[in-house]
Each structure stands twice: as structure tokens, then as C-alpha cells.
């Protein structure tokens, strides 16, 4: 099936590290993502991960992924107060190119 | 700019009328995305174009929305006889490549508001 979950709210203090989570159900997942969307703006791509990897790290961005518990994670390191913004995580499975995205999470960083 | 362009950006229109969203994607790129985005939510897949090639639709795409890609460069979206419920945010993406080796590039997106 398709299904994408995430939390809906973060809060964090600047300089802290954040800790977004999704899970998903489609096990054929080839490549799973997360998208920053900020206010009026389109959704832009921070950083995604194959199956087949535990761990990618891309500057503050570190993405952890338990394929068998199928959860997904992107800590953000240092948070700022310009990190705050939604970040959706999303799948693309075996054998289609359609993107299926969670349901957002909202992260708000306190100064 | 040469990123993705959605026109028009907002489209306020009655109830029963039809409307038609544009897209034009990076230039190179052969797939074309339509999404659906309401407030609160992540964005819903409704259709992709693989080239000028329809390649899968979403049951969200009810027979009032077509779309169009011609000849495999821009894409139109028309929702037919416009309902309350069609109000949402409608994003174009573009890709070229196998998915993990560029990203989707996504629009600003129009905003259709139908009252």
C-alpha cells in the first residue's frame, strides 16, 4: 500500500539538533527523500537515500533509514531559525516514478 | 530563470467553471508531474507524463481533470465544472533521469480558489 506518516509538529531551541521521523508501508521503496517547503515557496529536495543504505550524512543533514522497520529519519544538526519550514518525506517504489509524500512536518526553531 | 514555471500563480473562479493551469518544465527534462497540495496536507500525486506519453493516473483524477502534454514540452491541467472541493494547491514537477540521480523540481504551483 502507500502510505506515508510523519508527526505533525516539531518545536525546537536554535542551536539544538531536530529530529524528524516517518514511516512508511511500501516495502519495494527503492529511494526515500525529504523535501523542505518554506512559506510561498515550492518544495526543494534536501537530500534522499537508497534502499539499500543505513545512514547518509550531507552536512547537518543526517538521514537514517530502518528498512525493516520501514522508518525514516533526518536529524538536522545545529538547527537554525531558517531550518524552520515543513519537511515532507517521500518514496518512490520498484517500477513507477511517482513520488508519494508523507504528510508534512511542521518544524518551528525558537531563538 | 530557468526552473519550473506554473502559470498562472492564482486563479479565483466560480463554482461550474472550467479551468486550465499551465506547466513548463526544465527544458531537458521527460517527465512531467501534476500534484495536488490542500492545506495541512502533503502533496498528492494525481498524474506523470513520461515524454508526450501518459504514463500513470491517480483515482483522485476524476473524469472532470484532464491532462495534456502535447509534445512532451508543457503540460496543461483543465479541471472541468469546478467544485468547492477543487480549491488546493496544483504543482507541476519535472525529473530527467533515473529518480535517485536528479531530483524532482517542483513549481511554485497555482493556487485555485473556487468559490
Known amino acids: 500500500g502507500e502510505d506515508v506518516e510523519q508527526s505533525l509538529f516539531l518545536s525546537v531551541r536554535e542551536g539544538d539538533s531536530s529530529v524528524i521521523n516517518c514511516t512508511y508501508t511500501d516495502s519495494s521503496s527503492t529511494y526515500l527523500y525529504w523535501y523542505k517547503q518554506e512559506p510561498g515557496a515550492g518544495l526543494q529536495l534536501l537530500t534522499y537515500i537508497f534502499s539499500n543504505m543505513d545512514m547518509k550524512q550531507d552536512q547537518r543533514l543526517t538521514v537514517l533509514l530502518n528498512k525493516k522497520d520501514k522508518h525514516l529519519s533526518l536529524r538536522i544538526a545545529d538547527t537554525q531559525t531558517g531550518d524552520s519550514a515543513i519537511y515532507f518525506c517521500a518514496e518512490i517504489s520498484s517500477g513507477t516514478y511517482k513520488y508519494i509524500f508523507g504528510t508534512g512536518t511542521r518544524l518551528k526553531v525558537l531563538a | 530563470d530557468t526552473g519550473v514555471s506554473q502559470n498562472p500563480r492564482h486563479k479565483i473562479t466560480k463554482r461550474g467553471q472550467n479551468v486550465t493551469f499551465r506547466c513548463d518544465p526544465i527544458?531537458?527534462?521527460?517527465?512531467l508531474y501534476w500534484y495536488r497540495q490542500t492545506l495541512g496536507q502533503g502533496p498528492e500525486f494525481l498524474t506523470y507524463?513520461?515524454?508526450?506519453?501518459?504514463?500513470?493516473k491517480s483515482r483522485l483524477l476524476s473524469d472532470r481533470f484532464s491532462a495534456e502534454r502535447p509534445k512532451g514540452s508543457f503540460s496543461t491541467l483543465e479541471i472541468q465544472r469546478t467544485e468547492q472541493g477543487d480549491s488546493a494547491m496544483y504543482l507541476c514537477?519535472?525529473?530527467?533521469?533515473?529518480?535517485?540521480?536528479?531530483?524532482?523540481?517542483f513549481g511554485q504551483g497555482t493556487r485555485l480558489t473556487v468559490v
Open positions: 507524463f513520461q515524454n508526450e506519453a501518459q504514463l500513470e
Open positions: 527544458s531537458e527534462h521527460n517527465r
Open positions: 514537477a519535472s525529473s530527467s533521469g533515473p529518480p535517485a540521480d536528479t531530483e524532482a523540481f
